[in-house]
């Protein structure tokens, strides 16, 4: 159960520490600005007439009393009466422009929620695109992320919404203090006075929300976890096979139990709260009214000075509560929007250097891995120690070995998806960190070995390889993946995937093909294959390895696979075992060799 401290040093101590996070406002203002700058300010300007509209209502309600006692008083002669019908006019003018005003008030703050939103979305979506591959092996990055992109849906609307009150209702404040002064300096007193409790409710009830939002963000994760196992279509068969739905829909539910029962006792404990501060406001307005009262029958104040003073000090009195209220929605927001700025300011550790070298121009560049040592984040298990491999410009090398030895980790450090530990990996005997990492990449065209399923037409998942060029059909015949598209319905214009209506599914093999084509259709100099055969039948392979030496020609391929009967075709075939290279050459010779790879052929 989540502890909910309630003596009052605890909340010195959170509110000292929170005090921090109101840094993040001039960054949250400045976020609205940028993204919605135009309707910001038609929203300011509306929000300072309705802030003021109050006021003149205040006002003429006075007026009108005092005109109507008038008018009875003059047994409802014409002169007498017709002031207070004018005075009647304006007071529904006002209103009316009151409910146009917020009608208005309404649209542009959903055109500029919408555009603050869509801004977040972009900011949070650039940061993931451009951020480590490392992060993704943090638990504490997908927290960060899971904060910041579960909140960016609705945290900018209630931004808007609470400094929007905030504003309104502060400008209308200012205004009722100004008509309460006359009747007693001490009323504005009073009227703070009596809306104080509520702060310390609302300021106190924001900080736990907050710190306990993060402190189930995991349980939050692993909750989303279990209803994606629940509703996936990958997941689907599994869990019918194996009788397991029922094993986490029951460990669904005990989680949102638990959650829900924790946010349930927050809630309670304010409730209590407001109830206790709503109590003081409620005997400050009663000692307000009793001396206004008292005046009244003393002749020194008119029905109209009561009818003002009692819409003026009970607004004032709603006012200061909404006031305090917004006050520690804009902090929760502000606290919460706190994660979105947390998350866009991890700092990327593969970086561009500060002059770039020029990406490499050789039709097939040599690639040398020197003195490698590399270990993933948070393992202890170095993946490489002082590797060493190279890759003779425009030959095909194949790397095998068991699971765990280091294979698809070459990919990694090639693309530069991380840096070693110790060494560095070159091409054409550039060190990767001194080119610019988005040039490498174009320079590089891999298929890994879990290819995305694009739900897009297979136009688009070949085409993605290579948004610039237009040889989609050839790179489909280079794969082989032209026979798979003459059996869809619409062809290259078929949509491949479930998530949509009228979307085809393809066998794993047949999805592998389609990858294969993504990875033909970029003319670069360095191909990279990760398992490229692992989802063929015997048949689909040996068509593919017959063609796979053409497509290879003139580049420098890399193959990493388990399948001897794919590597047996590569010039040099480097074994790979604990980090290391282990045996090198032909597959012959490796045969002739009797070490690890003729054992694992015997086997094969």
Request: proline share 5%; net charge neutral.
């Amino acid at each position: 159960m989540f502890p909910l401290p309630s003596p009052l040093p605890i909340l010195r101590e959170k509110l000292s520490k929170a005090h921090a996070q109101l840094r993040f406002l001039p960054r949250a203002l400045a976020l609205v600005w940028a993204a919605a700058r135009p309707w910001t300010i038609a929203w300011s300007a509306l929000l300072l007439l309705q802030g003021l509209l109050p006021v003149a209502i205040v006002y003429l309600t006075r007026a009108v009393v005092d005109s109507l006692v008038a008018a009875v008083r003059a047994q409802g002669a014409w002169p007498s009466v017709r002031p207070a019908l004018i005075l009647a006019v304006l007071m529904a003018g006002v209103l009316l422009a009151a409910e146009l005003l917020r009608s208005a008030t309404a649209y542009v703050r959903a055109a500029q929620a919408e555009l603050v939103q869509d801004h977040i979305s972009s900011l949070i979506h650039a940061k993931s695109i451009a951020a480590d591959l490392a992060f993704y092996d943090s638990a504490e990055f997908y927290d960060h992320l899971h904060r910041a992109r579960g909140e960016a849906s609705y945290r900018p609307v209630a931004l808007l919404e609470s400094l929007g009150s905030l504003l309104q209702n502060a400008i209308t404040l200012l205004a009722m203090a100004a008509v309460l002064i006359p009747y007693g300096p001490w009323l504005p007193v009073l009227l703070a006075a009596g809306t104080a409790p509520a702060l310390l409710v609302v300021l106190r009830h924001s900080l736990l929300q907050h710190e306990w939002r993060r402190q189930v963000t995991t349980d939050e994760r692993r909750a989303w976890y279990y209803d994606w196992l629940l509703t996936a279509g990958e997941t689907a068969s599994e869990l019918r096979l194996f009788g397991l739905g029922q094993h986490f829909q029951s460990a669904y539910l005990s989680l949102r139990r638990s959650l829900r029962t924790q946010r349930l006792a927050l809630a309670s404990r304010q409730v209590w709260a407001e109830t206790a501060a709503g109590l003081l406001g409620l005997a400050a307005t009663a000692v307000a009214m009793v001396w206004m009262v008292w005046r009244a029958v003393r002749g020194l104040a008119t029905l109209g000075d009561l009818a003002l003073f009692y819409q003026a000090f009970q607004q004032g009195l709603r006012l200061m509560r909404s006031l305090l209220e917004n006050v520690g929605q804009l902090y929760s927001n502000i606290l919460f929007l706190g994660n979105l700025f947390e998350f866009l300011e991890l700092e990327q550790r593969v970086i561009d250097p500060p002059r770039p070298a020029p990406p490499p121009d050789a039709p097939a560049p040599e690639i040398h891995f020197q003195d490698v040592t590399f270990r993933y984040p948070g393992s202890q298990r170095p993946a490489l120690v002082n590797f060493e491999l190279t890759i003779p410009a425009g030959s095909i090398v194949a790397v095998v070995g068991s699971n765990g030895a280091g294979k698809s980790t070459l990919i990694k450090l090639l693309c530069r998806f991380y840096d070693p530990e110790a060494g560095r990996v070159r091409i054409d005997g550039v060190d990767l960190r001194q080119f610019s990492t988005a040039e490498l990449r174009r320079s590089i065209t891999v298929l890994f070995q879990q290819p995305v399923h694009y739900n897009a037409t297979v136009r688009d998942n070949i085409g993605f390889g290579d948004l610039n060029a237009t040889e989609i059909e050839r790179a489909a015949t280079d794969a082989g993946a032209d026979a798979v598209v003459e059996r869809l319905p619409q062809g290259y214009d078929s949509l491949l995937g479930r998530w949509f209506a009228d979307g085809v599914e393809l066998s794993v093999g047949e999805w592998q093909r389609i990858g294969l084509a993504r990875a033909f259709l970029r003319q670069a100099p360095i191909l990279v294959l990760d398992e490229p055969t692992s989802a063929m039948d015997p048949w689909a392979e040996a068509d593919w390895l017959r063609r796979f030496r053409r497509l290879a020609q003139g580049r420098t391929a890399l193959i990493v696979t388990h399948r001897f009967t794919t590597a047996m075709h590569a010039d040099v075939i480097h074994v790979m075992a604990e980090g290391r290279v282990v045996e090198s050459g032909a597959h012959q010779d490796l045969l002739a060799r009797q070490g690890r790879y003729a054992q694992a052929w015997r086997w094969a």
